[in-house]
């Protein structure tokens, strides 16, 4: 067996393996002997069925199977052993000759691939790349105040309702009477909220109420949603298709929420006891916050434009018509190809900034450890927990979680691309000009907006 690699230009090239009948002969005779010892053919006893007749009947199927075993195993250690810098896989080339394996012994199959272009990625201070810082303005602070003050907030109970309360009560099935029916619905202690009513006038019948008070009302009407009927009235989601009619809701409790106050109480509560002790140390922390929180955003938006510049810098060639029909390949039945060609303009400048972001890697010897990316599995666990509130969560919990996330292959790679991207992220920060611009939250959400509305 043979491969010999033929250059179009510096994008493309041909592979041809050449496939004499030494190269698959013993293989095939190997599995027709197996075939002929498993084969059940009418007027003849197992194994015994002569192999001239398992070779008509089986023998080109073995062939054709045995010859693209060896292509997938050359290719495969062709292009490793003589580390082709490839994009996308090999593809048949267009004028494949016909293979007729009844004829035939020997083969030649001649495959498309498209090389990568090499770039020669030079960073220096005369290239200048914004970085947004944004202002924390009285905007900003106030609702990260308000931030603070409802996840500490909780309910207490007052004399009457309004409109915004929570209500914990008794449901009582009706009949058409409004008499409690027999042998239907009741449940004690369930929790309603009036803010969350659809019907306006069943709002307003729970206005200026008190605890013992009666309210009858449609629950589906109230509620519409079967999900929310089946957890008031504790039954299958199922049952509350067939409910109909009113229920009498019986009031036990009534509770507001109210937001926790600016002080020391909620001081401690959020940031540990004596932490914060004035409220100038309270808003310089939530600032702090703030800033940290949109330095992510910020970071993002830098590798965004650092991204556009380095690659209209050096503008690196692709292998654009061996790239279309290789998506069309991996993509058949999935996308048309129109659908390829409306789409591949992102496709392209994408696959030029990981060419060009995998050359800073080789360059400069980036390297990522197992250490780090578990790291940064803590860092999304952390995250996660914070949705549901949980937050400080013991470092020995975090590494157990994250420990858990890095077992799935995928969700691995994927975070060691992340640490790969903030690493190469770093030191264009460090080889770059920064060109600092402060600007408002309007202004810094603005420029997302603009760039979407560009790429429609």
Do not use: C
């Not at 199977?65 to 250690?77: D, F, G, P």
């Not at 069309?328 to 409306?342: D, H």
């Not at 990522?368 to 996660?384: C, D, I, N, P």
């Amino acid at each position: 067996m043979n491969i010999v690699k033929e250059n179009i230009d510096e994008l493309n090239a041909l592979l041809k393996i050449q496939i004499s009948e030494e190269d698959y002969a013993e293989k095939v005779e190997n599995t027709l002997k197996d075939y002929r010892k498993k084969a059940r053919i009418d007027g003849f006893r197992p194994g015994k069925v002569p192999i001239g007749l398992i070779k008509k009947m089986y023998g080109k199927a073995i062939l054709a199977e045995e010859v693209n075993k060896l292509i997938s195993e050359s290719l495969t250690h062709y292009i490793r052993e003589e580390k082709l810098n490839m994009l996308g896989e090999p593809l048949p080339n267009k004028d494949q000759k016909t293979i007729d394996f009844d004829q035939d012994n020997e083969f030649e199959f001649v495959f498309d691939i498209g090389l990568a272009p090499e770039v020669d990625v030079k960073l220096s201070k005369k290239d200048k790349v914004p970085y947004y810082d944004v202002k924390v303005d009285k905007k900003l602070l106030e609702a990260q105040t308000d931030n603070y003050q409802r996840r500490f907030g909780e309910f207490v109970d007052i004399d009457k309702t309004t409109d915004h309360e929570m209500l914990t009560g008794n449901f009582t099935q009706l009949d058409e009477n409004g008499n409690a029916l027999e042998d239907g619905i009741k449940t004690e202690d369930v929790k309603i909220s009036i803010e969350y009513i659809k019907d306006k006038d069943i709002k307003a019948a729970f206005a200026d109420k008190k605890v013992g008070d009666m309210v009858k009302f449609d629950v589906r009407k109230a509620y519409p949603s079967d999900s929310e009927i089946a957890s008031m009235l504790r039954i299958d989601k199922e049952k509350t298709k067939n409910i109909t009619g009113d229920f009498e809701f019986k009031i036990n409790q009534i509770q507001k929420f109210e937001k926790a106050e600016v002080n020391q109480e909620l001081f401690d509560k959020a940031f540990g006891e004596g932490v914060i002790q004035s409220e100038k140390e309270f808003n310089n922390k939530l600032t702090e916050e703030i800033k940290e929180n949109f330095k992510k955003e910020a970071d993002y938006r830098f590798l965004i434009d650092a991204k556009k510049k380095l690659v209209n810098k050096l503008k690196p060639e692709l292998p654009v018509e061996f790239l279309k029909r290789w998506l069309i390949a991996i993509n058949e039945g999935k996308f048309t190809p129109e659908q390829i060609e409306e789409e591949f303009p992102k496709f392209e400048e994408d696959l030029k900034w990981q060419i060009i972001r995998d050359q800073i890697i080789k360059d400069n010897e980036i390297k990522v450890t197992e250490e780090e990316v578990l790291e940064v599995a803590k860092e999304v666990t952390a995250a996660q927990f914070m949705q549901y509130g949980l937050n400080n969560l013991p470092d020995e919990q975090l590494e157990i979680y994250a420990k858990e996330i890095l077992k799935k292959d995928t969700e691995r790679r994927n975070l060691y691309e992340r640490k790969f991207e903030d690493k190469v992220l770093e030191l264009i920060k460090d080889s770059v000009k920064i060109d600092e611009k402060e600007v408002t939250t309007e202004e810094f959400q603005k420029l997302f907006e603009d760039e979407q509305k560009q790429s429609k």
